[in-house]
């Protein structure tokens, strides 16, 4: 099993930034890909983000290539999500999420979500 915490979120005005983070703890051992996604009110939730387990290959839904980021710190277990030029559309709760299934899009491990509010 793998835990992931998701921090960083909070109320921004449009055009500010954010850096998400998430630690994962437990059997942090595996080659585990590491995403990002979110879910809007009223939506389903979306693939944001992701980065491969051992090259670190990023992977991103068009709509968010070039204003958010993903990085990662492996001695600290910990992924990144830089977000920036906010909008008001990208209120959301922002999950982190690992999977060991070889793919950026599927996963097995969810985190509680952050909440990120961007105010026009």
């Known amino acids: 099993q793998v835990q992931l915490v998701e921090s960083g979120g909070g109320l921004v005005q449009a055009g500010g930034s954010l850096r998400l983070s998430c630690v994962a703890s437990g059997r942090t051992s595996g080659n585990y890909y590491m995403g990002w996604f979110r879910q809007a009110p009223g939506k389903e939730r979306e693939f944001v983000a992701a980065m491969s387990p051992i090259a670190g290959s990023t992977y991103y839904a068009d709509s968010w290539k070039g204003r958010f980021t993903i990085s990662r710190d492996t001695a600290k277990n910990t992924v990144y999500l830089q977000m920036n030029s906010l909008k008001p559309e990208d209120t959301a709760v922002y999950y982190c999420?690992?999977?060991?299934?070889?793919?950026?899009?599927?996963?097995?491990?969810w985190g509680q979500g952050t909440q990120v509010t961007v105010s026009s």
């Open positions: 999420a690992a999977g060991e299934r070889a793919s950026p899009y599927k996963y097995d491990y």
